[in-house]
């Protein structure tokens, strides 16, 4: 296993590189400049812009240096348009922001996904079956930026119960709404994963032995069925972990969190380069790190795949 794990790690660091040199590229490659406006500057002011931050270099000393400044010191730079705030400490700020939301929303899908598609299989064909899974199909196919405003024009502008938007910290009643919002179309995969992996668990040989031994119903679903019926369950939250834990654009700009996706869209308008690539970067790294878990949760939970 340790071995496996080293060598999945090795190969991240080859990943993350390629996908900051991709997104390097595809930036260079886009119209325009992070200092183009509606007005086009003199030419004595655009170029002592574009020789403050070498632009007017080769592009292969641009890219060279910022990977080497990246490789060497972890470093992303400053942001071309918050002046004098490094990128670092722009991701360290906003990061509680999204991994509070992010992992609320996760534990929030987690709890309620898993019990509504464990039931649902243990009592399949009946009421709670189809009606669990009709909100399912309605949590995946209703998107967030259709459910946001929703949620807010029902409980916030209607019944006055929750604040409608901004960060209060944590905790706070202001995460309700976008927890709920953020959650929901995980809760709906994970309530159906959950549903098809413990149906075909509670068919196979091992747990009619089980059962034949005489165990509880109660035993033979916690401790037999549940373990290897939440394997696709597994599979799904590790990438979707990361994915939470890295803010989610639309969710952040609806009730205006100070959030990586908040700042990834205004980065993105204002072609802020070093902004772009660390939190490109960032989300990379996160989700190469949640795939590795799920790796080793696999083995754990399966000794097939350990072996």
């Known amino acids: 296993m340790l071995r496996f794990i080293l060598r999945r790690l090795l190969v991240t660091i080859p990943t993350i590189l390629v996908v900051i040199t991709i997104t390097w590229g595809l930036i260079k490659l886009a119209p325009g400049n992070f200092y183009s406006g509606e007005k086009r500057l003199p030419p004595a002011i655009e170029k002592a812009i574009r ?35 490094s990128v670092n400490g722009i991701i360290r700020r906003s990061l509680p922001v999204s991994a509070a939301v992010g992992i609320l929303a996760y534990l ?22 189809y009606g669990s899974m009709t909100l399912a199909m309605l949590g995946i196919s ?7 405003p929703i949620l807010v024009l029902i409980f916030s502008l209607s019944l006055y119960w929750l604040p409608p938007s901004r960060w209060g910290g944590f905790p706070s009643r202001n995460l309700i709404l976008p927890v709920i919002t953020l959650s929901a179309i995980y809760m ?18 091992y747990i009619r032995t089980a059962r034949a031994k005489g165990l509880s119903e109660k035993d033979v679903v916690i401790k037999h069925a549940l373990r290897g019926g939440l394997m696709p369950v597994i ?28 700042y990834f869209i205004q980065a993105s308008l204002n072609r802020d380069e070093p902004l ?3 939190i490109v970067a960032f989300i990379a790294i996160t989700l190469l790190l949640m795939n590795l878990l799920v790796d080793i949760a ?4 399966d000794p097939r795949v350990r072996y």
Do not use: C
């Not at 899908?109 to 898993?114: D, E």
């Not at 464990?118 to 709670?128: D, E, M, P, V, Y």
């Not at 939250?237 to 908040?262: D, K, Q, S």
């Open 235 to 262: 599979s799904y939250t590790g990438p979707a972990l990361a994915f939470l834990l890295t803010g989610t654009v639309v969710v952040e700009r609806i009730f205006a969190l100070p959030g990586l996706g908040n």
């Open 276 to 278: 772009l690539i660390g």
């Open 142 to 148: 209703l998107p967030n930026f259709v459910l946001g």
């Open 188 to 205: 709906a995969y994970i309530a159906r994963l959950a549903r098809a992996g413990m149906l075909e668990v509670l068919r196979s040989d």
């Open 51 to 85: 020789d403050k931050y070498g632009l007017d270099r080769p592009w292969y000393e641009q890219y060279g240096k910022m990977l080497w400044s990246i490789v060497r010191h972890g470093d992303f730079g400053t942001s071309l348009k918050y002046e004098g705030q």
């Open 108 to 129: 929030l899908a987690l709890i309620v996904g898993i019990t509504a598609g464990s039931i649902a299989a243990l009592k399949q064909n009946s009421r709670w079956d």
């Open 298 to 301: 696999y083995a754990y939970l």
